[in-house]
């Protein structure tokens, strides 16, 4: 079992940052596909952006024009940095684990972008 842990939500208004950051227990992460889902409210929950354990990051539609997914194997982090956030970026941020046939997920950290 994995264990993760994300921070960094919280209220911005349109046009702020956020950083989110997702921590994982263990000694495996590096060997580990991680990515950011959103699920806004009476939504579905959707990838956001994803990074494999090589190092090689996908975004979905123009989020990438925005967002950059970053991992740090030192410190079993993966990071989403979030710019020019815009209303619709509200949602829940679900941090997800992907090992060999195993997936994992977070407890979701909230991003509030309202003026």
């Known amino acids: 079992q994995v264990q993760i842990v994300e921070s960094g939500g919280g209220l911005v208004q349109p046009g702020g940052s956020l950083r989110l950051s997702c921590t994982t227990s263990g000694s495996g992460f590096a060997n580990y596909d991680m990515g950011w889902y959103r699920q806004a409210p009476g939504k579905e929950r959707d990838l956001v952006a994803a990074?494999?354990?090589?190092?090689?990051?996908a975004y979905t539609n123009s989020l990438g024009d925005r967002f950059t997914i970053s991992r740090d194997n030192a410190k079993n982090t993966v990071y989403l940095q979030m710019d020019n956030l815009k209303v619709e970026d509200t949602a829940v941020y679900f941090c997800?684990?992907?090992?060999?046939?195993?997936?994992?997920w977070g407890q979701g950290t909230r991003v509030t972008v309202s003026s």
């Open positions: 997800k684990v992907r090992s060999g046939n195993n997936a994992y």
């Open positions: 990074i494999d354990s090589g190092g090689g990051r």
